[in-house]
């Protein structure tokens, strides 16, 4: 009887609600003032590629759609591996990628681009990881990457155990088994952790990093909201996430140098922009080696660095115009501070954002 | 008097006899079409995976059966577990809806099963995460510490509860629906013959379902089971969810690696899958496929052998 009192006008305003709401990207917000209207480009994108930059890419989709009222972009988020194989058979007209290209891929030939020319990697998109943690007692906590790596391996079991203590003078940790919360799928966030501890404590983390967790111990969990939920309603618990969803949860200082360093945007573009690139690459190729073993307290390493690999020369001219002009976008300082606010990156260095649009340039 | 004449008498065939027979066995050998299509579509793919180099896996196997092995025993086990939940009460319920319980009480209880039917997994997915893992970890750390000599709940425990027995359990919520409703229908067609001559005979309440409703009701319980099996093994959602996997065989319940399923690692591990990655992982499939296949027969085959003394006919 309530029901069919309150139920009519409920499935009434649900419905209102549903077809008020749908519609396109392009339509909405009304910023798309005139002279911004005037944009001569026209056509479709399609992309895909890595599921980390799906937030930042549904961004700037929007805001580049809007400004572009013809063009129209399409991101699959299906996976840094998926990305760029799509690309090479030439399915798609730039990848989004967590890992630059590898050589073998660099060796063979790209469909969608002109005969005898190579794909760039261009980084767009630096996201900070963060070691996030959920124990009683506990809102600080120091921890340097072997101690780190000791308790994703399953080295270090309890909160108490010494290595822990030394490092936290006067925290009182409790005498409690750890359960270190990984990703239970394939992620370029495991990736980038494991490179981390890989690079600075390779003693302890042997593995070669892959989008895989290396090993059969702690507890794994599905995305990164997965993650996060697991460390949150969880009883001490430690795990690792994109920095923009860490919330409320603690925050694990890493160890740089001689001092415990907290993320924060600018320290992780900080370590990207003073990384080395790759070395043996076409000159436009900003693929980069990350120095993850810097000892310079106002770099944050332990970052994931995001590439759009696009062709230095396109089969097709014209879509080669409007994805030089899109990435061009995401690069940009107003691209980045997009995606900054919307998915919580880290805005690229303006030098590198210079480099960025100076290789673009070259793409035709 | 002489014998009828079969060939003589025949029906006139009209076009809605003739469209309506066709109409049948189209969609009878549709479905037959998709089931070959589905299995073709499988063993094609999944070619490749048997003759995969250790590379190609993840983690430490080196071929595909050493990969495939630790999800065949997660899928099996993680429905086991839910069964073994499941079924018993699955059973009590439908026999105070049947035989215990006033008819207006029996009638509300009904639906209200039959909703809980209704709840789509990924629902049941985000409650396990997110209130009954959180709920059940205390209960897990008691239980190690009073009874961890058992290797069922050796530590260490868990400490988000996000183990195997979680999964378990909400598997069971999620095939108690189906279970029920389909025991309560095989106890309500128990012959009321057998009942009323059972009560006439002094047995009490309990007695009497224990002589004639049970005994009737045996192989529809072992097919209900089978479809909660045959649901419990394919789930995926859930499972993905909830599940903290690691790719071994071990029957602890509560600790932090368990063994994961067959569905739940593909949805994991699809969306980034490539090259060989894929086939690998239809290969799983194909195994699920014909764990299903060889339920449903075995399940086939009490419930025909079983007829006969269950004084169904």
Redesign the interface.
């Known amino acids: 009887m309530n029901f069919k009192r309150f139920g009519v006008p409920a499935v009434v305003a649900v419905t209102a609600a549903l077809a008020l709401s749908s519609c396109a990207a392009n339509e909405g917000g009304g910023s798309a003032t005139p002279e911004e209207s005037t944009s001569t480009l026209s056509g479709t994108i399609d992309a895909a590629g890595a599921?980390s930059q799906g937030s930042a890419q549904e961004a700037w989709v929007a805001a580049f759609q809007t400004a572009n009222p013809d063009v129209t972009i399409n991101y699959d988020p299906?996976?840094?591996?998926?990305g760029r194989?799509a690309f090479i058979a030439g399915g798609v007209d730039f990848a989004g990628s967590d890992s630059y290209l590898k050589d073998e891929e660099l060796a063979g030939e790209f469909a969608a681009c002109a005969p005898d020319t190579k794909a760039i990697d261009l980084p767009v998109y630096i996201s900070p990881i963060a070691v996030i943690f959920n124990v009683e007692g506990v809102d600080e906590l120091n921890l340097d990457s072997a101690t780190l790596a000791k308790i994703f391996k399953g080295d270090i079991?309890k909160w108490n155990d010494p290595a822990i203590a030394a490092l936290n003078e006067g925290a009182a940790l409790p005498d409690?088994?750890?359960?270190a919360?990984h990703r239970?799928?394939?992620?370029g966030t495991t990736k980038n952790f494991a490179d981390y501890l890989n690079q600075t404590a390779a003693d302890v983390w042997a593995e070669e990093p892959s989008?895989?967790f290396p090993y059969?111990?702690?507890?794994?969990?599905?995305g990164t909201s997965?993650v996060v939920?697991?460390?949150t309603?969880?009883?001490?618990?430690i795990g690792y996430a994109d920095a923009s969803r860490a919330g409320d949860l603690g925050v694990a200082k890493i160890k740089v140098g001689d001092e415990f360093v907290g993320y924060s945007p600018e320290a992780a573009a900080a370590v990207v922009a003073e990384s080395p690139l790759v070395e043996g690459r076409e000159a436009n190729d900003l693929a980069i080696a990350l120095d993850r073993t810097t000892t310079d307290p106002s770099h944050y390493p332990l970052v994931l660095v995001s590439y759009a690999i696009v062709c230095q020369e396109y089969a097709d001219a014209a879509q080669g115009e409007l994805v030089k002009s899109y990435v061009s976008y995401l690069a940009s300082e107003e691209g980045q501070s997009l995606s900054a606010e919307q998915a919580g990156s880290a805005p690229l260095s303006s030098e590198l954002g210079e480099q960025v649009q100076a290789a673009l340039e070259t793409v035709k | 008097m002489t014998p009828p004449e079969a060939s003589t008498i025949t029906a006139k065939q009209r076009p809605g006899d003739r469209i309506f027979s066709t109409a049948t066995l189209v969609a009878g050998v549709l479905i037959l079409v998709t089931l070959a299509a589905v299995a073709i579509f499988l063993v094609a793919q999944s070619l490749p995976a048997f003759t995969a180099v250790a590379d190609d896996f993840k983690g430490d196997a080196e071929n595909f059966w050493q990969y495939v092995w630790p999800l065949v025993f997660g899928t099996i086990w993680a429905a086991a577990l839910a069964l073994i939940m499941a079924v018993p009460l699955s059973i009590g319920i439908a026999l105070f809806i049947s035989h215990y319980a006033p008819r207006r009480l029996a009638q509300g209880l009904g639906y209200i099963i039959d909703l809980l039917a209704a709840v789509p997994s990924v629902v049941f997915g985000l409650w396990g995460i997110t209130v009954l893992a959180p709920a059940v970890q205390p209960f897990y750390t008691t239980l190690t510490e009073w009874f961890g000599w058992f290797p069922l709940f050796a530590g260490p425990v868990s400490g988000t509860g996000r183990t195997i027995l979680t999964v378990a359990v909400v598997l069971a919520v999620m095939i108690l629906p189906i279970v029920t409703a389909l025991c309560r229908e095989i106890f309500l067609q128990t012959p009321v013959l057998h009942e009323e001559a059972a009560l006439a005979l002094g047995a009490t309440r309990w007695e009497m379902i224990k002589l004639a409703v049970l005994p009737f009701g045996r192989p529809g319980i072992i097919s209900a089971s089978m479809l909660g099996l045959g649901r419990a093994l394919g789930e995926t959602m859930v499972v993905a969810m909830v599940l903290s996997p690691s790719a071994i065989i071990s029957f602890a319940v509560l600790q932090s690696q368990n063994p994961t399923t067959i569905a739940a690692n593909i949805a994991l591990n699809f969306p980034e899958a490539h090259d060989i990655g894929v086939n690998i992982l239809i290969a799983t499939g194909l195994m699920l496929f014909t764990i299903t296949l060889a339920v449903n027969m075995v399940a086939r085959y009490i419930v025909e052998r079983r007829k006969e003394f269950s004084g169904a006919n």
């Open positions: 599921s299906s996976g840094s591996g998926a194989e079991t409690a088994t750890i359960t919360v239970s799928d394939d992620s989008d895989t059969q111990t702690g507890e794994g969990a599905q997965g939920d697991a460390v309603n969880g009883v001490n618990t």
